[in-house]
């Protein structure tokens, strides 16, 4: 079951190791990885793993790249954050309870995304990240 929605430890230490950029022209590549509800993931998940991916079609194993917003960061609240454009998967039929963004140059985990329960889908699979700002951006450090 994924257990939680959460920064992973390896991409807080990564961060302060420069293992991480999100800028525009970085030399990494992120993506989404979907899961089913037996997946044990949380925020002591180190790296991507194909272990209870989901498979249907229109999903590749290993999930797609999603393009992150440029980040950004609030003086008034001391807060650093980013964000990703939505991802689709079209067409799609497949059944899904979560995913795991992930760094694909290195395998690293950056983030668990529990949806609360079992998504399922028979054409198209969205998924809407929150608001690129200070309250609601899928990352943010404080």
């Given at each position: 079951m994924i257990l939680g929605q959460a920064q992973t430890t390896t991409f807080k230490l990564n961060l302060l190791k420069g293992l991480e950029n999100f800028n525009t022209g970085s030399p990494y590549t992120y993506k989404i990885a979907l899961y089913d509800a037996t997946?044990?993931?949380d925020s002591t998940t180190?790296?991507?793993?194909?272990s209870n991916e989901i498979t249907g079609t229109g999903y590749t194993a290993g999930g797609q790249v999603i393009t992150p917003i440029a980040?950004?960061?609030?003086?008034?609240?001391?807060?650093?954050?980013?964000?990703?454009?939505?991802?689709?998967?079209?067409?799609?039929?497949?059944?899904?309870?979560?995913?795991?963004?992930?760094?694909?140059?290195?395998?690293?985990?950056?983030?668990?995304?529990?949806?609360?329960?079992?998504?399922?889908c028979s054409s198209t699979f969205t998924i809407t990240f929150p608001a690129d700002d200070v309250s609601n951006a899928v990352i943010r450090i404080s």
């Open positions: 997946a044990s993931l180190t790296a991507y793993t194909s980040p950004a960061s609030d003086t008034s609240t001391n807060v650093a954050y980013v964000s990703f454009n939505n991802v689709t998967w079209s067409p799609a039929v497949f059944t899904c309870r979560g995913a795991l963004i992930y760094n694909s140059t290195t395998g690293a985990a950056v983030c668990v995304l529990n949806f609360g329960s079992d998504k399922s």
